[in-house]
């Protein structure tokens, strides 16, 4: 819509000139200045070169005024790719201190600082630096206004390290807001495995299907390993009756 917009403004243009030219030629009109008892004549098509040709040098003059910030940020702009890629190639290679610290030098002037830190949150937890990373984290934080994927780094880091109360915490509330996220989907059903919460692995699994995190398969083998291990592992009577009464007639004869 504003190519279309340009190009009817440049043929209207067009049209105008096309239409004042043999006016102006056949009358172009005289400008008379005084300036500083000196009288000066000139044509109005002359004088308009000569405004825009003003404009032209004033704008190029800006340029080059302007030169020198614009290549101090492009410098900048170059060291900081330069600090950042080179963090990335260290951390793959497995040099974790190296990595952590060009990565946290590149955010100084990145215009994604958050990038950075989240790299170097994983640099610094192959350290098996948990605080460092965190506190990473939170410095990324403050760069953005919406956290979504340094809180699902928090979970993923959190789950790593095997803190998964705190990680089914934040996913929850997460959730709440994204239930449609497959990174969110998916470790919140790591975290019920990892805590035997058979129940929330059943609610789960239907999403994690749309969302195509398992196949058919892989669904109905959760599903009926998550009711198998459920009713085994009640915690009492209560629990055990609560978990029947969901299943079918089927369902029941089978696991009697």
């Given amino acids: 819509m504003k190519k279309f917009v340009i190009t009817v403004i440049i043929l209207l243009l067009l049209l105008a000139a096309a239409w004042l030219t043999p006016l102006l030629l056949k009358n172009p009109g005289l400008l008379q200045l005084e300036i500083l008892g000196y009288q000066l004549q000139m044509t109005v098509i002359t004088a308009g070169i000569l405004v825009l040709a003003l404009l032209l040098i004033l704008w190029l003059l800006w340029g080059l005024i302007k030169a020198p910030k614009k290549l101090a940020r492009k410098v900048a702009s170059y060291q900081q790719q330069k600090k950042f890629d080179q963090g990335l190639l260290a951390f793959s290679e497995g040099q974790w201190q190296k990595a952590e610290k060009l990565l946290l030098k590149s955010a100084q002037k990145s215009k994604n600082p958050q990038l950075s830190y989240m790299a170097a949150a994983r640099a610094a937890l192959a350290q098996q630096d948990l605080d460092s ?63 035997k919460d058979y129940l929330r692995i059943k609610n789960l699994l239907p999403k994690a299907h749309k969302l195509a995190l398992v196949d058919k398969h892989q669904n109905e083998s959760m599903r009926e390993q998550a009711t198998r291990d459920g009713l085994i592992h009640a915690f009492d009577e209560q629990q055990l009756l609560s978990l029947w009464s969901e299943l079918s007639r089927k369902q029941q004869k089978f696991y009697l």
């Fill in 133 to 195: 990373a965190m506190a990473h984290l939170d410095a990324a934080e403050k760069t953005v206004s919406n956290p979504l994927t340094i809180d699902l780094t928090r979970c993923e880091i959190w789950l790593k390290t095997g803190h998964l109360q705190q990680a089914r915490d934040l996913l929850e509330t997460i959730l709440s807001s994204y239930p449609n996220n497959p990174r969110a989907v998916r470790m919140m059903l790591q975290v019920s495995e990892q805590q």
